[in-house]
């Protein structure tokens, strides 16, 4: 009976494995975890995509060691990790020059404190110097202010960097809208938002001078639509140059992939309307 059970099980690894491989010889971008398949699955399907001129988007969980990271960025991968999943400056360092090289992208999730509080216990994941590092390295990095706090000025630090490294910082703003915004999409940081936010004429104004910061700047915004706003407001955003996400998750996946198109893939994490909490 175990002996059955356990060629099921390797069966259905092997035919899993298969369709992988399949969807990146059918020509697609193509998003998996680092735990759903085996290593040489992962790097020959890699291999593949990149060949046909797709992406494949490697989501890490820690499962694989550095050396294994760092062959799948050498492969082409596009490598989504976290500070959850890997928070060693060197291992991060080695991927993004691997990527570089093969002319992927890591792009980092950065949940915890950007600097230690003071009299806190809570430690940073990383140093902050390290952050800059890493940013200056090519890192494209993504920060939300939904349950840490965000000091402007440390942002603006960490968007700089990210210009000397020729990438990006991705910053998911909730609450209120702060003038502080426009200064930041100034050093070329790509912001969301909700239209939650917009709570009155002041949201209004900062939101439409934030998007002509960024658009000079060669980013933008990009507004959320959640609750629906009025629709003269609608049309004075869009036509400031903002880039407007429906939520169309009920609809057909073909008409949110519209709503997206033109949106630059290294300006969201994975998916363009999920606006990380």
């Known amino acids: 009976m175990e002996e059955e059970t356990k060629k099921d099980e390797d069966q259905g690894h092997l035919e899993r494995a298969y369709e992988l491989h399949s969807w990146a010889s059918k020509g697609q971008d193509v998003t998996v975890r680092d735990d759903q398949y085996g290593f040489s699955w992962l790097l020959d ?10 992406r494949f ?6 499962n694989l060691d550095c050396s294994q990271m760092e062959w799948l960025a050498e492969a082409g991968a596009d490598i989504y990790t976290s ?19 093969a002319g992927s992208i890591v792009a980092y999730f950065h949940n915890g404190p950007l600097e230690q509080a003071e009299g806190g216990k809570k430690q940073p994941p990383l140093l902050f110097s390290e952050l800059l590092d890493l940013a200056r390295s090519g890192l494209y990095l993504h920060l939300t202010n939904k349950t ?20 990006w910082l991705v910053y ?48 933008n915004i990009i507004l959320h639509l959640d609750k629906g706003i009025e629709s003269t407001l609608l049309s004075d955003i869009v036509r ?19 709503a997206a198109k033109g949106l630059d893939f290294r300006a969201y994490y994975l998916y363009p309307q999920f606006l990380p909490g």
Request: charged share 30%; hydrophobic share 40%.
């Open 45 to 54: 399907s890699a291999k593949v995509s990149r060949k046909r001129g797709f």
């Open 57 to 62: 988007r490697l989501v890490d969980s820690g």
């Open 83 to 101: 500070d959850e999943a890997r928070s060693e400056a060197f291992e991060l360092d080695l991927l993004i020059r691997a990527c570089r090289r």
């Open 148 to 167: 840490e706090k965000r000091e402007f000025s440390l942002l603006n630090t960490l968007a700089h960097a990210c210009q000397m490294g020729e990438s």
């Open 172 to 219: 998911y703003h909730h609450g209120p809208l702060e003038p502080a915004l426009e200064e930041l999409a100034r050093n070329r940081a790509w912001i969301h938002m909700s239209d939650r936010s917009l709570e009155g004429e002041e949201d209004v104004s900062i939101l439409l001078d934030t998007v002509k910061s960024a658009r000079s700047s060669r980013t």
């Open 240 to 258: 400031s140059g903002a880039i407007v996400l429906f939520d169309l998750t009920h609809l057909e996946e073909a008409s949110l992939l519209r």
